[in-house]
C-alpha cells in the first residue's frame, strides 16, 4: 500500500473545482480565491490533473478498444450499453452511443480553461515563471491529446483568443506547430529535478518526452493522415529533432531501465519507479478515478476461489477482452513481459487454452491454487467465439445471433473467452473498500519510450548519435526485460511489435498503428461487422455529441455524419 496524503476537506473542495462544458468564457476567472499558498497549490492540482477522472476509466475505454490490443465483448446484454464499446472495438465509433467516453474530450478541455485561468492570474512577470512554464506545458500535453486523437483543434490560448468571438477549430499542422513552439519557449524554465515533489507533474524532461513523441509524429499531424494517399514511411523533417529531444532525457542520467517490468506496474508503484518521466498518480483513497481492472477481470473472477486469493466485494465487468491477434506478440522466452498476461506465453504461446490459477494479492503472480466457478475449472480461450443459440431473460427467450454486440453469452464458457491483462494489478483490499478504485500510478512517458523511439526515428533515417545504433538501443529493451536480443538492427515491423509488447494499457497503440500504417490492419471483429473498416478517415475520432452540442459552430470530423 502506498503512503497516503491526506488532505483537509476545504482542501478537496478546492481542488474538484472545474469546468466540463466547452461553452464557456475562456477568459473568466475564480471568483475570489484566498490568496493562500493552499489554495494556489489547489489550483496547481485542478490544472495538473485534470486528466486524471478521464484517464482512469473513459480515455482508457476508448483508446485502448480502438486498437489492435483490445475488443469489447457483452455478455446477453450485460455490458452491451447500446453497443458503446463494441462500435468502439469495431471502427464504427457512434457520437451518440459512445458518448460517454468521446466526451473524454470536455475534461481535457477544461485542463486547458483551468490552465488558461491560472496564468491569467499569475501573469508574465519573471518572478512567477517558475509557475507558469509548467503550466503553459500541461495546456500544451492537453492540446497534444486532443489534435492527436480529433485532429483540427482549437488553440486555447487567453492571449491570442477574443473573448467576443466563438471558439473555432484550427488545422491540426497548425496546432502541432503551435504545441512546438510553446513547448520550446517554456522548456528551460520547468523544473529539471526528478523526485517526490515533481513527480506528476510537468518537468523539463515532460517536455522534452512530448517534443519527441510531436516529432515521430510529424508526418501525421502536419499531413492528411485521413487520405488514402498518406505514406507511413515518407521523409519527416523532423526526424533529427526527434533524436535531439530523446538525447537530452537520455544524457540526464536521471532515468533508467532498471525497474523490474511487473513490478513497476503494480499497486506500490510512484515516484520511485526510475523509468517514469511523466505519470499520472492514482490512489485509492486520496486521489481515486483508477479502475482498469474492474473490466478486465473475467465477468465472475470476483467470486469466492476466483481470480484473485482475495474474493471481491465488488463485481467486475470483464468486457475489455485482449484479442488473440495482439497476444501473438508475447511470445518470446524468458520475456517478463509475459507476466502481465493471463494466458499461454512464450514457449506456449501455440496453446488455445489457458488453466487460469488464482493470483496473489501481492505479487501479481500466479499461485498454485486453482480458479474455479461454481465448482468448475476456469479456463481461458485465446480465440474469442460469439455465442449462438438461444437464451432466457426475464421469461423472455432471445434468439443470438453474431452480430455487433459481439455477444460471448453469460455463461461460464462465454465470460472467459479471451485472454486478460494483469498489467495493472490492483490491491484488492482497497478495491474492496474504496468502490473498485485502483492505487496503481498511470506512466504517460517513460523512458523506455525514449529509447524505442531514438530506435525509430534512427531507422526511419535519423542521425545516430552517442554512439547509439538502433540494434544498441533495441537491446537496451530486451536486456532490461529479460527476452531475446537481435543480432541486427531491427526494421519497421520489429519496432511496431516490440512497441506492443512494452506499452500495452499505456494508450500508445492506436498512436503508433496510425503513425506506422498499420491501422487498418485486420483484426478482431472489426473486418466481419464493418464493411467501411478500413476507411482511413477513421484515424480521426469523432466528436462526441455533447462536444457538438455545446460548439455549435463545429463540424463532425469527416466520416461520421453530423
Known amino acids: 500500500m502506498k503512503t497516503r ?29 484566498p490568496d493562500s499558498e493552499i489554495a494556489l497549490s489547489a489550483r496547481m492540482s485542478n490544472a495538473y490533473y485534470a486528466f486524471r477522472n478521464a484517464l482512469g476509466r473513459r480515455y482508457d475505454e476508448l483508446i485502448s ?32 452511443a459512445s458518448n460517454s467516453q468521446l466526451a473524454v474530450y470536455n475534461d481535457i478541455q477544461a485542463g486547458i480553461v483551468n490552465c488558461n485561468q491560472l496564468l491569467m492570474d499569475l501573469g508574465d512577470g519573471e518572478d512567477q515563471i517558475s509557475l507558469t512554464a509548467p503550466l503553459r506545458a500541461v495546456r500544451a500535453f492537453y492540446t497534444f491529446l486532443l489534435m492527436d486523437n ?5 488553440i486555447i490560448d487567453y ?11 484550427s488545422p491540426r499542422a497548425e496546432v502541432a506547430k503551435w504545441i512546438e513552439t510553446e513547448l520550446l519557449a517554456v522548456r528551460d524554465n520547468c523544473p529539471s529535478e526528478v523526485s517526490e515533489s515533481t513527480y506528476g507533474t510537468p518537468t523539463c524532461w515532460m517536455v522534452d518526452a512530448l517534443l519527441a513523441k510531436l516529432y515521430i509524429n510529424w508526418n501525421v499531424y502536419t499531413q492528411d493522415v485521413t487520405s488514402a494517399s498518406w505514406s507511413p514511411t515518407a521523409n519527416n523533417e523532423k526526424i533529427n529533432d526527434c533524436i535531439a529531444a530523446c538525447d537530452r532525457v537520455i544524457e540526464s542520467g536521471l532515468f533508467d531501465l532498471t525497474d523490474d517490468y511487473k513490478t513497476k506496474f503494480m499497486y506500490t508503484n510512484g515516484s520511485h519507479i526510475k523509468d517514469f518521466i511523466y505519470a499520472m498518480p492514482f490512489d485509492a483513497v486520496t486521489a481515486q478515478g483508477m479502475t482498469y481492472a474492474r473490466f478486465r477481470t ?21 468486457n475489455m477482452v485482449l484479442t488473440p491477434e495482439f497476444v501473438k506478440l508475447f511470445c518470446l522466452p524468458g520475456d517478463r513481459r509475459n507476466d502481465v498476461i493471463a494466458g499461454n506465453t512464450g514457449a506456449n504461446i501455440t496453446k488455445e487454452t489457458f488453466d487460469v490459477y488464482q493470483y496473489d494479492n501481492a505479487t501479481g503472480m500466479p499461485t498454485s491454487v486453482r480458479n474455479t466457478y461454481d465448482g468448475n475449472n476456469v479456463t481461458f480461450t485465446k480465440s474469442i467465439k460469439l455465442a449462438t443459440g438461444t437464451y432466457v431473460k426475464d421469461g423472455v427467450t432471445y434468439t443470438r445471433t453474431p452480430d455487433a454486440d459481439l455477444n460471448c453469452g453469460a455463461t461460464l464458457e462465454g465470460w472467459t473467452q479471451g485472454y486478460r491483462s494483469i498489467k495493472f494489478f490492483p490491491d484488492i483490499n482497497d478495491y474492496n473498500v474504496y468502490s473498485r478504485n485502483q492505487d496503481n500510478d498511470v506512466p504517460i512517458f517513460r523512458y523506455a519510450d525514449i529509447i524505442l523511439m531514438k530506435c525509430e526515428a534512427i531507422v526511419r533515417g535519423g542521425s545516430a548519435t552517442l554512439g547509439d545504433t538502433p540494434q544498441s538501443l533495441f537491446n537496451q529493451i530486451r536486456t532490461y526485460v529479460h527476452a531475446p536480443e537481435l543480432n541486427h538492427d531491427p526494421d519497421l515491423q520489429e519496432i511496431l511489435d516490440e512497441r506492443g509488447r512494452e506499452f500495452l494499457d499505456e494508450h500508445w497503440r492506436r498512436n503508433d498503428l496510425i503513425r506506422f500504417g498499420d491501422f487498418e490492419r485486420d483484426w478482431g471483429f472489426k473486418n466481419d461487422f464493418n464493411k467501411d473498416a478500413a476507411n482511413p478517415q477513421y484515424r480521426l475520432l469523432p466528436l462526441a455529441r455533447d462536444v457538438l452540442n455545446a460548439n455549435t459552430n463545429w463540424k463532425q470530423n469527416p466520416g461520421y455524419g453530423e
Open 150 to 154: 480529433w485532429g483540427d483543434t482549437p
Open 5 to 33: 496524503y491526506f488532505i483537509s476537506a476545504a482542501l478537496l473542495a478546492l481542488t474538484s473545482v472545474g469546468c466540463t462544458d466547452l461553452d464557456v468564457d475562456i477568459k473568466s476567472q475564480y471568483t475570489e480565491y
Open 298 to 318: 473475467w465477468r465472475r473472477g470476483q467470486n469466492n476461489n476466483g481470480f484473485y486469493n482475495i474474493e471481491m466485494t465488488n463485481s467486475v465487468g470483464g
Open 65 to 96: 478498444c480502438n486498437s489492435d490490443e483490445y475488443t469489447a465483448v457483452s455478455f446477453d446484454t450485460d455490458y452491451l450499453n447500446g453497443r458503446d464499446m463494441s462500435n468502439i472495438s469495431l471502427h464504427m465509433v457512434n457520437a451518440d
Open 159 to 169: 492571449k491570442i483568443l477574443d473573448s467576443n468571438s466563438a471558439i473555432e477549430r
